[in-house]
Structures are given as structure tokens and as C-alpha cells.
């Protein structure tokens, strides 16, 4: 059974900072394109970012230049950091593994962990 286990999450003022991980085995880690994702209240998920296999990355727009994603090969994680956050940050954070082209979706994913930005 794959296993996705987020952690870092927890409640920062405006303008601080937060590191998210995500610990997957050494297959999944391996193999797999692997993203974050949020749900704010009221709101769709919605995509952060995502890193491939060879390490290109790419953000939505609304955290460009302020989360960035990373992997820790020694570890088999994968990260990100969230500088300069914003109220409008605050959601549910979901780590996500394994990219199926025909379901257009991610295979698997992690059970979510709260961040929440206060003014």
C-alpha cells in the first residue's frame, strides 16, 4: 500500500514562513512525478506545484517566486518551502504521487495537512 505522510504544516502569521514534507517509499520516490496541492474552505483543489522525475518544476501563478518544491533523495521526500506567506494561503495542503495520463489525475495522495495564515 502506498504510503504518503505529510508533515510541517501548522499556523504562521502574514509574511512568515512554513516547510512542508512529504515521506514516500524509496519505489514511489523513485519513479513517480510528485506534486502539491490545497484546498482552501469553499474552494476547489487546486494545483501549487509539481516536480518530474528529472526535476523541472512549475508553480501557479498566485506562489511564484514564493513557495518553491524540492526532493530529498537521502530521504525519499519531498518538499516545500513556503516564504512570504499570505492569508490567502491557508488550505488544506495534499501531497500527491504517481501521475496517471489516462485518469488525468494523481494515483495517490496523502492524507492533507492544515496551514493557516493569519494577519
Known amino acids: 500500500q502506498v504510503q504518503l505522510v505529510e508533515s510541517g504544516g501548522g499556523s504562521v502569521q502574514a509574511g512568515g514562513s512554513l516547510k512542508l514534507s512529504c515521506a514516500t517509499s524509496?519505489?514511489?520516490?523513485?519513479?513517480?512525478?510528485m506534486a502539491w496541492y490545497r484546498q482552501a474552505p469553499g474552494k476547489e483543489r487546486e494545483l501549487v506545484s509539481q516536480?518530474?522525475?528529472?526535476?523541472?518544476?512549475s508553480y501557479a501563478d498566485s506562489v511564484k517566486g514564493r513557495f518553491t518544491i524540492s526532493q530529498d533523495n537521502t530521504k525519499n521526500t519531498l518538499n516545500l518551502q513556503m516564504d512570504s506567506l499570505k492569508t490567502e494561503d491557508t488550505a488544506v495542503y495534499y501531497c500527491?504521487?504517481?501521475?496517471?495520463?489516462?485518469?488525468?489525475?494523481?494515483?495517490?495522495w496523502g492524507q492533507g495537512i492544515q496551514v493557516t495564515v493569519s494577519s
Open positions: 500527491a504521487a504517481c501521475w496517471s495520463a489516462g485518469r488525468s489525475s494523481y494515483n495517490y
Open positions: 516536480i518530474s522525475r528529472a526535476g523541472t518544476t
Open positions: 524509496r519505489v514511489i520516490f523513485s519513479k513517480c512525478r
